[in-house]
C-alpha cells in the first residue's frame, strides 16, 4: 500500500494491499476483519449495538485470529431528541402497528441511550487497537487525547471537507471520507442534514485538500477498477463494505445476504424508515410502506424497528429487513472473503 500523505507512519497506512474492510455494525466478526488483515489489508470491528463487554470479546477473538494491525469503529453518542419528537415517534409507531402485526411481534421500545460509549472509550484506553474510528459526528477532545496517549491512530467519517476540517480541530490523525455510493448509514455529522450527493472520489479529494491527513476514501466499490480509482483519488485504500457484507464470514442475516446477490433487487433508497439516520439501502416493502413518516430520532427508531427486523431475518423474508447495499451491489457474490479480495486486488495489481 502506497503511503498517502507526508507523515503518515502508523502501521495502519503501510499495509500491503490498499484494501480497508468497512466498519459495518451487524455485519462485521472477527474472522472476516482477520481475514482482511492478514491478507495485508486493513480489518475493521464495529462496536455498534454492543455492549462493551461484546466488544472486548470480539477484540479478544480478533488478537486470537492476527498478528496484524486492525482497527474498531464507534458510533458518536447522538443529540437526544426524545421530547423534541416525541409526537412524531408516537406516530410513526401507529404507522408500523400492521407491519409488526404481520411479523407477529410487538414493537420496540423507541429509547435513546449512548451505546455504552463511556465505557467503550476506557476500554480502548487500556487495551488500544491500532486504530479507532468514530462515525455520525464529534466527540470530545479529551476522547481523542486519550486514545492517542494510548497508541491508536483516531479517524472519523466525514462527508466534506467541513467535517473534515472539524476532525482535524479535535485531533484526528486519519479520516474515512464517504461518498454517496456507500451502503448502509450516511455519515454526517448533524443528523438532520440532507447528505450530498459526491461521490467518493470527489469527496475524498475534497478532504485531502482541506486537511492534509491520510485518507480511506469509501463507496461504491464493485472491483479493482473503483479501488484503483479511489487510490488514484489520493486514498491511502479504498473502503469495502457491501461486498463484504455478503462474504462466508459476515454475521448479516442468510436473507440480506441473498437479496444482495440474487439480482432480485434492483434499486437502493436513502432512507431514515429503519432507524431515524439517513441510510442507503436496497429498496423493499418496509421502505417503500414507511420511508416518508420516518423522523430524524436516532437510535429511538432503530430500537423500535428491531423487532420487526429480527422476524423477518428469522423468517427469511427480505421485505421487512434493513437491506444495507452500495451502489456497487450488482457484483455481491456469496464467498469467502479471501475471494473478494483476490478479485479487488489482484496479485501485482501495484504494478
Known sequence: ?????????????????PIVQAPMAGACTPELAAVV??????????????????????????????????????????????????????????????????????LGVAAYDRDDFEAKIAYLSAHPVAAVTFTFGPVDVETVTALRAAGSE????????????????????????????????????????????????????????????PTVAAGGVDGPDAVKALVAAG??????????????????????????ASGDFTQATVTRAFSGRLARALTNDFVREHDAAAPSAYPNLHH???????????????????????SGHASAIRRPAAQVLADLWPTGAEG
Not at 56 to 71: C, S, V
Open 154 to 213: 483516531v479517524g472519523f467519517t466525514v462527508t466534506s471537507a467541513h467535517e473534515a476540517r472539524e476532525a482535524v480541530r479535535l485531533g484526528a490523525t486519519f479520516l474515512f471520507a464517504q461518498g454517496a455510493e456507500a451502503g448502509g448509514h450516511r455519515g454526517t455529522w448533524n443528523i438532520s442534514d440532507v447528505p450530498n450527493t459526491d461521490d467518493a472520489a470527489t469527496v475524498t479529494r475534497a478532504v485531502i485538500e482541506a486537511t492534509g491527513l
Open 37 to 106: 488483515s492478514n491478507a495485508g489489508g486493513l480489518g475493521f470491528l464495529a462496536a455498534g449495538y454492543k455492549s462493551c463487554e461484546g466488544m472486548a470479546a470480539e477484540i479478544d477473538r480478533m488478537r486470537a485470529l492476527t498478528a496484524e494491525p486492525f482497527a474498531m469503529n464507534l458510533f458518536t453518542p447522538q443529540l437526544d431528541r426524545t421530547d423534541e419528537l416525541g409526537p412524531r415517534v408516537a406516530r410513526y409507531r401507529d404507522s408500523l402497528a400492521a407491519t409488526a402485526q404481520k411479523y407477529g411481534v410487538e
Open 235 to 260: 486514498a491511502f485504500a479504498a473502503g469495502v463494505g457491501t461486498l463484504f457484507v455478503a462474504a462466508d464470514e459476515s454475521s448479516s442475516p442468510e436473507p440480506h445476504k441473498d437479496a444482495l
Open 304 to 326: 423500535m424497528t428491531k423487532t420487526i427486523r429480527g422476524a423477518a431475518g428469522k423468517a427469511g423474508d427480505p421485505q421487512g429487513m434493513a437491506l444495507w447495499a452500495g
Open 1 to 17: 500500500m502506497k503511503q498517502g500523505q507526508p507523515g503518515a507512519t502508523s502501521p495502519i497506512y503501510q499495509r500491503p494491499i
